[in-house]
């Protein structure tokens, strides 16, 4: 692919990284407006939530907290929270992350019987001292900050566990699709949220890159924002959202640095690799961008203030 060969052109002038300077910072800066972009065609139904908090003048953390929300709630999305597919035994858990434009962050993993792991995510941020509950102490402090228990599978859902038992199959389109969603609101606060239920039919007690701060999302308000979605364990080891980021600030566009990660995954796996896997990115300027593995059939969605795209990922 030519976009191969860029990106390993480019990689060689990184054996003297040009970082980007203070005043290529400020000129990022500049030009801040109302942004989103997430993953998957979930934007259809939660960008409009966020753009509706970024374009009254709202904070770009609370954008991102319910714009995916909504997915978590809707039944008919089996990769996210309510009606996502269990693990192996017939249970759902949910893993989800949050980061704000400070550079502060929550995340959750293993959570069971709460539907909103993103808000809970959040109160691990702002309510305590650390980054990460996991288990039965995420739920019991999710409880203690009045979330209440739910049951999160679905008859369709529990239906499809059976049918696994039977089959022990399922089409990975549907197995591992998260929402990761970026935004930058209008005073140029750069925010990200990440959550999912993760693979069907994982191994109790798995846990993919949603929650993993550095590798399902991460912001840094000065350069930008990236999050990602597809097989966690591969995003995991090559910590793939910190890595955009840090392109970004060597001077690639958000779409160069995504394909940037993907490149790195492939040379991981002799240039063979076949998962799907797939980031986006969001640059200081408003700039965005996005990879994937197997690009025929990721979708993500771009809104600005009166405008939202579904795009594809296209190959250079």
């Given at each position: 692919m030519k976009?191969?060969?860029?990106?390993?052109?480019s990689?060689?002038a990184?054996a003297?990284?040009?970082?980007?300077?203070?005043?290529s910072?400020r000129?990022?800066?500049r030009?801040?407006?109302?942004?989103?972009?997430?993953?998957w065609r979930?934007?259809?139904?939660?960008n409009?939530?966020?753009?509706?908090i970024l374009?009254?003048?709202?904070?770009?953390?609370?954008?991102?907290?319910a714009?995916?929300?909504?997915?978590?709630?809707?039944?008919?999305?089996?990769?996210?929270?309510?009606?996502?597919?269990?693990?192996?035994d017939?249970?759902?858990?949910?893993?989800?992350?949050?980061?704000?434009d400070?550079?502060q962050?929550?995340?959750?993993?293993y959570l069971?019987?709460?539907?909103?792991?993103?808000?809970?995510a959040?109160?691990v941020?702002e309510?305590?001292?650390?980054?990460?509950?996991?288990?039965d102490g995420?739920?019991?402090?999710?409880k203690?900050?009045?979330?209440?228990?739910?049951n999160?599978?679905?008859?369709?859902?529990?239906?499809k566990?059976?049918?696994?038992?039977?089959?022990?199959?399922?089409?990975?389109?549907?197995?591992?699709?998260?929402?990761?969603?970026?935004?930058?609101?209008?005073?140029?606060?750069?925010?990200?949220?990440?959550?999912?239920?993760?693979m069907?039919?994982?191994?109790?007690?798995?846990?993919?890159?949603s929650?993993?701060?550095?590798?399902?999302?991460?912001?840094?308000?000065?350069?930008?924002a990236?999050?990602?979605t597809?097989?966690?364990?591969?995003?995991?080891?090559?910590?793939?959202?910190?890595?955009i980021?840090?392109?970004?600030?060597?001077?690639?566009?958000?779409?160069?640095?995504?394909?940037?990660?993907?490149?790195?995954l492939h040379?991981r796996?002799?240039?063979k690799?076949t998962?799907?896997?797939?980031?986006?990115?969001?640059?200081?300027d408003?700039?965005v961008?996005?990879?994937?593995?197997n690009?025929?059939?990721?979708?993500?969605v771009v809104?600005?203030p009166?405008?939202?795209?579904?795009?594809?990922?296209?190959?250079?």
């Amino acid at each position: 692919m030519k976009r191969r060969k860029f990106i390993k052109t480019s990689a060689l002038a990184m054996a003297s990284p040009a970082i980007l300077s203070s005043d290529s910072i400020r000129d990022l800066q500049r030009n801040t407006k109302p942004v989103v972009i997430s993953t998957w065609r979930f934007g259809e139904k939660a960008n409009p939530v966020a753009m509706d908090i970024l374009e009254s003048g709202g904070y770009s953390l609370d954008a991102v907290e319910a714009g995916v929300k909504v997915i978590e709630a809707d039944p008919e999305i089996h990769s996210v929270g309510y009606g996502g597919y269990p693990d192996r035994d017939g249970n759902v858990t949910c893993d989800a992350s949050i980061m704000d434009d400070k550079g502060q962050a929550g995340s959750v993993a293993y959570l069971k019987n709460i539907k909103h792991a993103i808000s809970v995510a959040r109160k691990v941020m702002e309510e305590t001292d650390h980054v990460m509950l996991v288990g039965d102490g995420a739920l019991e402090f999710a409880k203690s900050q009045g979330f209440k228990e739910e049951n999160l599978l679905t008859d369709k859902a529990l239906q499809k566990w059976k049918d696994w038992k039977m089959e022990q199959s399922l089409r990975s389109e549907e197995n591992h699709d998260t929402i990761a969603m970026l935004a930058q609101d209008k005073f140029g606060h750069i925010s990200g949220a990440c959550t999912t239920s993760g693979m069907a039919q994982k191994m109790p007690g798995r846990v993919g890159d949603s929650p993993i701060i550095g590798a399902g999302l991460y912001v840094d308000n000065k350069i930008g924002a990236a999050g990602a979605t597809g097989v966690g364990e591969e995003i995991i080891k090559i910590a793939g959202s910190f890595l955009i980021v840090e392109f970004m600030r060597q001077g690639y566009s958000p779409e160069d640095a995504c394909w940037a990660a993907i490149d790195r995954l492939h040379q991981r796996h002799g240039g063979k690799a076949t998962f799907q896997t797939a980031f986006i990115a969001l640059r200081k300027d408003g700039a965005v961008g996005s990879a994937a593995m197997n690009g025929d059939y990721f979708r993500y969605v771009v809104s600005y203030p009166g405008n939202m795209e579904i795009k594809s990922v296209t190959k250079k």
